[in-house]
């Protein structure tokens, strides 16, 4: 029985190695070479060909790569019924808490602003903010939104967060599903989103949110193009509503060279970089799966197929 590594970035032999290291008597297999499809039961993907998931026909276990599963959702023909399972690490969680909390310090001091006047030989003194001035909104506080929640509580940001159910962490308010939304994003005057991309939240971040956002409010989307409408960001960035916008992932990735997003001065941008999954946290987990698969038991970071996340 065996294992397949299915993705198209060019690092298939980077997770074989990985995995086979840890775990030397495993059969590894990339989904590109010849090899017998009916012995593989598990089948470790990021964002594969679609169709492809299709070949094996005693596939027991679909595993992501990584935190994010919408890219085995967007497969029409991900076969049914059987368990997929995702990342959760705690570094990257950290990782992406340090990206989110850069961004926010960078905004505040204006450092993006002072560089470009520093190319143009400009002594201009900016606003001046401190952390305590900011309430930041986190959306989504799983796995990557609880850890940054209480990253930026240390370091004295006002923070609340808005998710499908309640939470509890100390020294910040949660509010609850769509109706209680409109009062979450009044006043987040920072709003980083950490959703999963699903159904539910395809679009989310669009013209009638923005509005709802106090002026001049900041907004980060670290989780998926998908939730941004381009558009309307722009129209909102433009018209003075918000301030600027802090993206790591986009629709298309790389994101294509005509995109407005590129020259946009009021929007800064990285590679899809915030957090990096590291194969030290990553592998023990996808054998941990492997086994309790091998065993019937009940598998480790399985997502509800019915949530999408
Ligand atoms: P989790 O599944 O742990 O958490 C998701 C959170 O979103 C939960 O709090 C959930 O609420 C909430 N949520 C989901 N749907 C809704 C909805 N319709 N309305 C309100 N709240 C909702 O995810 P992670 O924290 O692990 O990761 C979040 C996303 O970050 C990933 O899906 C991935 O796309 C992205 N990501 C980006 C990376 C990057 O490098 N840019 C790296 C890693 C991940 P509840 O808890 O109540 O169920």
């Not at 026909?57 to 019924?81: C, H, R, T």
């Not at 509580?153 to 949660?174: D, L, P, Y």
Request: aromatic share 8%; with cysteine; proline share 6%.
């Amino acid at each position: 029985m065996a294992l397949v590594v299915i993705r198209q970035d060019g690092k298939i032999d980077f997770w074989k190695e990985a995995l086979m290291a840890e775990s030397p008597e495993l059969q590894v297999y990339g989904y590109l070479e010849d090899h017998p499809k009916d012995n593989i039961e598990m089948a470790l993907v990021w964002k594969h060909p679609q169709g492809s998931l299709a070949n094996y026909p005693n596939l027991k276990l679909i595993a992501s790569n990584g935190a994010g599963v919408d890219f085995i959702f967007k497969d029409p023909d991900v076969p049914e019924g059987i368990p997929i399972t995702r990342i959760v690490d705690t570094k990257l969680a950290e990782d992406m808490s340090e990206h989110v909390l850069a961004v926010i310090l960078s905004h505040l001091k204006n450092l993006d602003t002072y560089k470009l006047q520093q190319t143009q030989g400009i002594w201009k003194p900016r606003n001046y903010y401190r952390i305590s001035d900011f309430t930041v909104g986190i959306m989504g506080l799983g796995e990557l939104g609880r850890v940054l929640a209480k990253d930026l509580v240390r370091f004295g940001f006002k923070v609340q967060g808005w998710a499908n159910s309640h939470k509890s962490i100390e020294n910040v308010k949660t509010f609850a599903g769509d109706k209680e939304l409109s009062g979450f994003l009044s006043s987040s005057e920072i709003l980083v989103c950490l959703l999963p991309l699903t159904n539910k939240t395809t679009g989310i971040l669009n013209i009638s949110l923005f509005e709802q956002l106090p002026k001049n409010a900041f907004v980060i989307n670290v989780a998926r193009g998908g939730h941004l409408v381009d558009d309307d960001l722009i129209s909102m960035l433009d018209s003075g509503h918000l301030s600027g916008a802090g993206l790591d992932v986009y629709h298309q990735e790389p994101l294509p060279a005509t995109h407005p997003f590129w020259q946009h001065e009021k929007i800064h941008m990285t590679p899809h970089y915030a957090s990096v999954s590291d194969p030290k946290f990553v592998v023990p987990q996808i054998l941990e799966n492997y086994r309790r698969m091998k065993a019937g038991k009940p598998l480790i970071n399985k997502i509800s197929r019915d949530k999408g996340y």
